[in-house]
Each structure stands twice: as structure tokens, then as C-alpha cells.
């Protein structure tokens, strides 16, 4: 059975740093470019980056860029989201993805920053 | 304000069809396939559609999608109380060098 799932989420202070992590099984992990999309509470999906199969290439929402950081250890079959000098338009559920791709989504972690 | 854009909303009666429409512009959808994700309330987004009008094994044949310059539509047809969620469309797109998501289109059934 495909599955990804989400971790790391939590309660954090605007400026503070969050580690997200996605652990995927039941696919080779290494073909897939990965994603990862927010949602905030009561609105629609944004996405936020994604990193190509060999971590080659990473590309990120404006919003994000110089903050967050995208990676993954094909020998884990993990990915990860380092988030940095967190602001509270950040606050969401964070899904890991692989978009266009017949992967389901996990459940998704959520991250709040707020004081 | 999305890059891609769908009406808000949309609804039908049980058996009717509907149609969910996307509109983007030649950097996105005028030269990516789409994909549409479809998310029940309270649930993560399922894959409905993708590369334009590909269904994934489990997803209904009265469900198709389509593409015609920069825009793209998701049709479903026979519509059952199931149906009932949010519909998303996105692709890349070139000029953001990023993923866009449409703002979502909200299925009621009456």
C-alpha cells in the first residue's frame, strides 16, 4: 500500500524554526519529484516546493523563498521541510504530494505560529 | 488571488451533471496538462484527474476532464451526494517557475 505520512507539526512562536518530515512507503520514492502544499484554516491549497528525484533541483513559493528549505534522503525514503523565521500567514496543514502522480496524499501535519 | 481561476462555486441536483471549469493563462495551462484533486470536508485531496483527462484506477467513469487552450474542464456526470466537496485544478507554471493551484470550486448538491 502507498503511503506518505506527515510529521513534525506543532506549535511554534512567530520567528521561530520547524522541522517537517514526510516518510514514504509502498513506492519507489526515488522516481518521484516531491511536494510540499499548505493549506490555512478554511481556505484553499497553496503550494509551497518541490524537489526533483535526485534533490537536483528545488523550487519554492515566493512567500517561502529564503526561509524554508526542501530536501529529501532517497535512502529513507524521507522529505523533509526545514521552516525558519516562521510568520502566521505560515499557519496550515502541511501535505507532502507528489502532484500529477498517482500518489495519495498523507493526512497532513499542522503547524501554527502564533504567541 | 490564484493564478489559475475557478468559480467559487457550483451545484446540481442528484443525476444531473456539472461542469468545473479553469482558466489560466499560455505560461500554465496553455502549455502544461492539468490535474484536478478532488477534497471531501475534513479529509486530504484525492487525485481525480491528470494529465488533462487520464482517470486513476477507483475514480468513476462519469468523471472526465478536458483541455482547450488555457482552459480546463472537469465534468462530472450522474452526480451522487459523494460528489459533494472541493474541486482543485493546478499545473506549473512557467513564468513563476512553481505549481499553481486554482482557489478551489465548492460542489453542492441540491
Known amino acids: 500500500e502507498v503511503q506518505l505520512v506527515e510529521s513534525g507539526g506543532n506549535l511554534v512562536q512567530p520567528g521561530g524554526s520547524l522541522r517537517l518530515s514526510c516518510a514514504a512507503s509502498?513506492?519507489?520514492?526515488?522516481?518521484?519529484?516531491m511536494h510540499w502544499v499548505r493549506q490555512a484554516p478554511g481556505k484553499g491549497l497553496e503550494w509551497v516546493a518541490n524537489?526533483?528525484?535526485?534533490?537536483?533541483?528545488?523550487y519554492y513559493v515566493d512567500s517561502v523563498k529564503g526561509r524554508f528549505t526542501i530536501s529529501r534522503d532517497n535512502t529513507k525514503n524521507s522529505l523533509y521541510l526545514q521552516m525558519n523565521s516562521l510568520r502566521a500567514e505560515d499557519t496550515a496543514v502541511y501535505y507532502c504530494?507528489?502532484?500529477?502522480?498517482?500518489?495519495?496524499w498523507g493526512q497532513g501535519t499542522l503547524v501554527i505560529v502564533s504567541s | 488571488q490564484s493564478v489559475l481561476t475557478q468559480t467559487p462555486s457550483a451545484s446540481g441536483t442528484p443525476g444531473q451533471r456539472v461542469t468545473i471549469s479553469c482558466s489560466g493563462s499560455?505560461?500554465?495551462?496553455?502549455?502544461?496538462?492539468v490535474n484536478w484533486y478532488q477534497q471531501p470536508p475534513g479529509t486530504a485531496p484525492k487525485l481525480l484527474i491528470y494529465?488533462?483527462?487520464q482517470r486513476p484506477s477507483g475514480v468513476p467513469d462519469r468523471v472526465s476532464g478536458s483541455k482547450s487552450g488555457t482552459s480546463a474542464s472537469l465534468v462530472i456526470s450522474g452526480l451522487q451526494s459523494e460528489d459533494e466537496a472541493e474541486y482543485y485544478c493546478?499545473?506549473?507554471?512557467?513564468?513563476?517557475?512553481?505549481?499553481?493551484f486554482g482557489g478551489g470550486t465548492k460542489l453542492t448538491l441540491l
Open positions: 524537489i526533483k528525484q535526485d534533490g537536483s533541483e528545488k
Open positions: 499560455s505560461s500554465n495551462i496553455g502549455t502544461h496538462s
Open positions: 494529465s488533462n483527462n
Open positions: 504530494a507528489s502532484l500529477g502522480q498517482i500518489v495519495p
Open positions: 493546478t499545473t506549473w507554471d512557467d513564468s513563476l517557475s512553481g505549481w499553481v
Open positions: 509502498g513506492l519507489i520514492f526515488s522516481n518521484y519529484w
